[in-house]
């Protein structure tokens, strides 16, 4: 069982900053991929961004050029930097966690991000 520790949601006003964190309670090197989903209220959940080990990184299109993803090996701790901020960005943020083994997904507790226009 992997634990995933977030941190870093809170309300930010339309065109801010923020930056989440998740740190497995393992090492970052057993994850195959790491990301994160957001899920606004009434809405499917949708994956935001991910990263590989060799870190290759994905977007979703709604937040291409405006959020990067990143995971510091040193730090253990994987990383979404999101700019520019807009009120649709609103939604409890989830990071995940992929292992090497079929079925070895892991979900944090969930941050929630509120841009007010």
């Known amino acids: 069982q992997v634990q995933l520790v977030e941190s870093g949601g809170g309300l930010v006003q339309t065109g801010g900053s923020l930056r989440l964190s998740c740190a497995p309670s393992?090492?970052?090197?057993?994850?195959?991929?790491m990301g994160w989903y957001r899920q606004a209220p009434g809405m499917q959940r949708e994956l935001v961004a991910s990263?590989?080990?060799?870190?290759?990184?994905t977007y979703a299109v709604s937040v291409k050029d405006r959020f990067t993803i990143s995971r510091d090996n040193d730090k253990n701790t994987a990383f979404l930097q999101m700019s520019r901020l807009i009120p649709e960005d609103t939604a409890v943020y989830y990071c995940y966690f992929e292992g090497y083994l079929k079925g070895d997904t892991f979900w944090g507790q969930g941050t929630q991000v509120t841009v007010s226009s």
């Open positions: 990263v590989s080990y060799d870190g290759r990184a």
């Open positions: 393992v090492s970052i090197y057993t994850a195959k991929v």
